[in-house]
């Protein structure tokens, strides 16, 4: 054991690039196994719809402010310091989780897990390609592009498993996952830092979003690829398990998971099967399946069929993580290493605000027009977002 110890430092890449891939995919795993609860919890504590997507979206909503004041904070104490921090605010949100008695408990509880994330974001997605073998930096890129929505995926599925086998589904997952973070804090302080700090932490804490000169036509062409593509993942994580019900007539746990598991699961997927494809033709592909599926499940809607909207889901969902992906993928290159945990404040900015403010919209407007009429208003927003995203990643292509 001696021997093991002492030789880490010889070879950090090798095995701090896959703990901190796999605590990062944690991370984004504990964000989406609330999801398929919260429609449990409306029915246990009798909230509103409004305040379902408020329970959900709070969430991003703490990330927001946190990723402001804190968003480069690694870049100046160093990754390891602010990853354990982060850590340690984790497990207290899972117990939260597990002690709330009703809708404020689990306000509470989201409070602190956005806090918690934001604080992380940029310094462990950073740590991960920092970490990287120098072959493997592109792989790094991808994976930090693809952890995002392989986590939403897997705490989606997992809960919606558990709620169809037990009806303590909660404190098996919260449980779970509070030991899992112990026990990633202990690695995270045995494993080398991967960035050396540099002066300027008081500056840094004013709030502020930066993107390198290099890098900025690129972000400011992404911002519909990164609304379009996370309105719709935030309306279907806080409201799909509703809209199975009042839509479709379902009420099933394991279904109220898959809703969530498809969308996110097929967006994993499809960046390591469009690896080979050049970042800029990733996006396109991923914006134009994007359009096609919300397509298929405003037809699914209008039609009733479940199936299809199971179809659509998929086909959007695809189209989310090859987007975003090649999104991730052409930016980081242009942005020197000190400034990429900045970067990915910038881009995780955009992401939590798209993903909370529109689902909020939404659950507060469904008593006043109807979940139906809710729903596809909505979706046809996006399509129109998203449509406008496919011509803006496309037009570069042409030179």
């Excluded at 449990?40 to 959900?56: I, K, N």
């Excluded at 804190?70 to 597990?98: C, E, N, T, Y």
């Excluded at 929505?149 to 997992?158: I, P, Q, S």
Aim: glycine content about 12%.
């Amino acid at each position: 054991m001696p021997e093991a110890l002492a030789l880490e430092p010889h070879r950090p890449s090798s095995i701090a690039f896959p703990l901190l891939a796999a605590i990062l995919f944690l991370f984004f795993v504990s964000a989406c196994v609330p999801s398929p609860l919260f429609v449990v919890f409306q029915g246990r504590w009798g909230f509103s719809p409004g305040m379902l997507t408020v329970a959900f979206s709070i969430y991003s909503l703490v990330l927001l402010v946190t990723l402001l004041v804190a968003g480069s904070l690694s870049d100046h104490l160093g990754r390891k310091p602010v990853i354990v921090a982060a850590l340690a605010i984790q497990v207290a949100s899972m117990a939260l989780f597990l002690t709330a008695d009703g809708i404020g408990g689990l306000l509470a509880a989201r409070i602190v897990q956005g806090l918690s994330m934001g604080l992380v974001n940029g310094a462990l997605s950073a740590a991960v390609i920092e970490a990287a073998p120098p072959a493997r930096k592109a792989l790094g890129s991808l994976l930090t592009s693809i952890s995002p929505l392989a986590g939403l995926a897997a705490g989606a599925f997992v809960t919606g498993a558990l709620l169809g086998v037990t009806d303590k589904a909660e404190v098996w997952a919260f449980g779970f996952l509070g030991g899992l973070f112990c026990l990633g804090a202990a690695i995270v302080l045995l494993i080398p830092e991967t960035a050396s700090p540099v002066p300027g932490l008081l500056r840094s804490m004013v709030p502020s979003v930066h993107v390198t000169r290099s890098a900025r036509d690129g972000f400011r062409r992404g911002l519909p690829l990164l609304l379009s593509i996370w309105a719709l993942c935030g309306f279907v994580a806080a409201l799909g398990p509703s809209l199975l019900r009042a839509v479709f007539g379902v009420s099933s746990g394991l279904l109220n998971g898959a809703t969530i598991a498809v969308l996110c699961g097929a967006g994993a997927v499809s960046p390591l099967i469009l690896r080979g494809m050049p970042p800029g033709r990733m996006a396109v592909v991923g914006m134009a399946a994007v359009t096609v599926g919300v397509g298929l499940l405003l037809v699914s809607i209008g039609t009733g069929a479940l199936a299809l909207f199971f179809v659509g889901g998929a086909v959007a969902g695809a189209g989310l993580g090859a987007s975003f992906s090649g999104l991730i993928q052409s930016l980081v290159p242009l942005t020197p290493v000190h400034e990429r945990a900045e970067l990915f404040a910038a881009i995780f900015l955009v992401t939590y605000l798209s993903l909370s403010v529109p689902p909020i919209a939404a659950g507060f407007a469904v008593p006043l027009t109807g979940f139906l009429a809710t729903t596809e208003a909505y979706l046809y927003a996006v399509l129109v977002v998203s449509a406008t995203a496919t011509i803006l990643q496309w037009l570069p292509l042409r030179s």
